[in-house]
């Protein structure tokens, strides 16, 4: 049959291949049939030249194409998903009664610390230093203050970077410019003052002082951006703002290492885990608040009317950062005692108190040698470095998701992040109560709440598409975890620290702050460029590789103090029957 079917192509295709092939000896003068051997070579020749070529066709388009996926740039998210036509043109400028009440302020200021200097008493100093509730706010305040400010940028923060022609990972830039500046200021802030020789007058002095310079910039950083609004010189304004964000950074912390060795002296060494774990709730309710305050501002400035610029808004953000300054420097003109008492502050250890909150703890660190106890300083410094990174990654990256992937309004975004830091709270005071009344132990619920980050590290994961809501579960779980392991960290490296020494106080504090700040820089840039360019797993993976690594340090940590009890149990068996006398009466 295929024989046949040669035999009737044969007239057809016999000419064009002798014209074809120029290695095939066709002798078109003599016979006009050519044979059957010869004219299969010449069709099995055109098949193979016409395959070659075929193949280096091909390969010519792929290697185009590769060449031209090489040559385009990568593809940014937020670029190409949001419309910035959609972004408001309004400018609302700041009224008379703003600039008379800064001003008003600073004159009551300066009124009360002239009566100070003649020998007058602030008018809400405290009786009893080591009793004193409004020293205690003061520093819930000092740790709180910078995350109601952070939350109340984010929700803006992108379309502000973008109306200035930057990107997702800019406004990450944006948000943590100045945390290098500031690592420098804490620095410096330690060498304003002596430890060993304390003047609290001069202390006081500086926490007043210091609030207020900020508090200046911040008025006229928010005034240069809210006049600048309807400006075409985007470059140059985007980078006056990094400049305005740097020099705040570094003005602010300076009073940050003084006014924690105060606290120090003022704080009996049982109480810290307690306070500490307050403050990691003050930290988490500034996140509660600041999107809070943002979406009421928003209100107030919008009135109704046509949607606000981005560069407007952000100038009203920075006006109520300026309020943040005055509440730091009220507290330290009306608060702050201009001279410490001649009492001895800090009670005995095995002193007890019945109007305090203790928190029965079976980290005996007050009783551990000094190799040990310089161990658990390290231990929670490098906690503090790849914790925060987990917090403040998610910070961002969340709202950011949430904007740019599943199309949710920025500034709804913010109003959904409050559950997450209500629940950190509630779990965290929860916990506080269980730890005080002695139905837990403390470093039981330290693993715990630190591992338990693992697992909200895994609902960030998208094996499978999944809603929106799915990137707060993971968060609620992740910050939950973070806020109580926090304050243990910090409550137990506090108590281990040990005056006089290299792992002091003052020592420790500022490569806890160090640590906090690199990593706290690192987290919102690193965290927004992973969801931009890599998407929401690798940002998952890259976020589970920090949880794992810092609970790895915290079972270093509470391994420790295991082996620890299990060497002196004499201690141990102490606590123990402490806790008992404490808990028989109740049954």
Not at 141 to 161: C, E, G, R
Not at 424 to 430: A, D, E, P, R
């Amino acid at each position: 049959m295929r024989f046949a079917a040669f035999l009737l192509l044969y007239p057809c295709l016999a000419e064009p291949q002798c014209a074809a092939t120029d290695d095939l000896s066709c002798d078109r003068e003599g016979s006009d049939e050519l044979s059957l051997s010869q004219w299969g070579q010449g069709f099995l020749q055109e098949t193979y030249q016409v395959r070659e070529r075929e193949e280096a066709r091909l390969a010519v388009s792929g290697a185009s194409a590769v060449q031209v996926a090489a040559e385009k740039p990568l593809s940014s998210a937020s670029w190409e998903l949001i419309d910035r036509e959609l972004f408001g043109t309004r400018v609302v400028h700041f009224p008379w009664w703003v600039y008379a009440g800064v001003f008003g302020f600073f004159l009551a200021v300066f009124v009360h610390e002239v009566y100070v200097s003649r020998g007058g008493v602030p008018i809400c100093q405290p009786k009893r230093l080591e009793k004193s509730v409004g020293c205690q706010l003061m520093g819930l305040w000092t740790n709180a203050a910078p995350f109601v400010a952070m939350s109340m940028q984010v929700p803006i923060s992108l379309d502000f970077a973008l109306s200035l022609h930057q990107g997702a990972t800019s406004s990450g830039f944006f948000l943590s410019c100045g945390v290098i500046t500031g690592l420098c200021a804490m620095a410096a802030g330690k060498k304003l003052v002596d430890e060993e020789n304390w003047d609290q007058f001069y202390v006081r002095r500086l926490l007043i002082v210091i609030p207020l310079i900020a508090m200046a910039l911040s008025f006229v950083s928010a005034i240069f951006i809210n006049e600048t609004s309807g400006s075409n010189q985007v470059y140059m304004i985007w980078w006056v703002m990094i400049g305005f964000t740097v020099a705040g950074s570094f003005i602010g912390p300076l009073s940050v290492i003084p006014g924690i060795i105060f606290w120090t002296k003022i704080t009996k060494s049982k109480n810290r885990t307690f306070w500490m774990i307050l403050t990691q709730c003050s930290r988490n309710l500034g996140l509660v608040v600041g999107p809070g305050l943002f979406a009421i501002m928003r209100t107030l400035v919008t009135g109704g009317g046509e949607r606000v610029c981005p560069r407007s808004m952000m100038g009203w953000v920075n006006l109520l950062l300026l309020v943040f300054s005055l509440i730091s420097a009220s507290f330290g003109a009306f608060v702050m005692p201009a001279r410490m008492p001649d009492y001895d502050l800090n009670l005995q250890e095995d002193e007890d108190d019945p109007d305090e909150m203790v928190m029965r703890s079976d980290a005996h660190l007050e009783a551990m040698p000094d190799p040990e106890r310089e161990r658990v300083v390290w231990n929670m410094i490098w906690y503090a470095f790849e914790r925060p990174f987990t917090l403040a990654a998610v910070e961002v990256s969340t709202l950011m998701m949430l904007e740019v992937y599943y199309g949710w309004d920025p500034y709804m975004t913010g109003i959904c992040f409050t559950a997450v830091c209500s629940l950190g709270i509630v779990m965290s005071l929860g916990t506080t109560v269980a730890v005080v009344k002695g139905w837990c132990k403390e470093s039981n619920v330290f693993i715990i709440s630190a591992a338990s980050s693992i697992i909200g590290c895994l609902f960030l994961l998208e094996i499978v598409p999944t809603p929106g809501w799915t990137l707060l579960i993971a968060d609620c779980v992740i910050y939950t975890g973070a806020t109580v392991a926090n304050g243990f960290a910090e409550g137990w490296a506090s108590r281990a620290a040990r005056e006089g020494t290299s792992f002091s106080n003052a020592e420790y504090r500022l490569r806890q702050l160090s640590a906090v700040t690199v990593s706290r820089f690192m987290g919102p840039i690193v965290g927004r460029f992973l969801v931009d360019y890599g998407g929401r797993n690798v940002y998952a993976i890259a976020q589970l590789i920090m949880c794992i690594m810092g609970t790895r340090t915290v079972w270093k940590t509470v391994n420790l103090i295991w082996r620890w009890n299990l060497a002196n149990p004499e201690v141990s068996i102490k606590e123990v029957e402490k806790v008992s006398e404490d808990i028989l009466p109740v049954l």
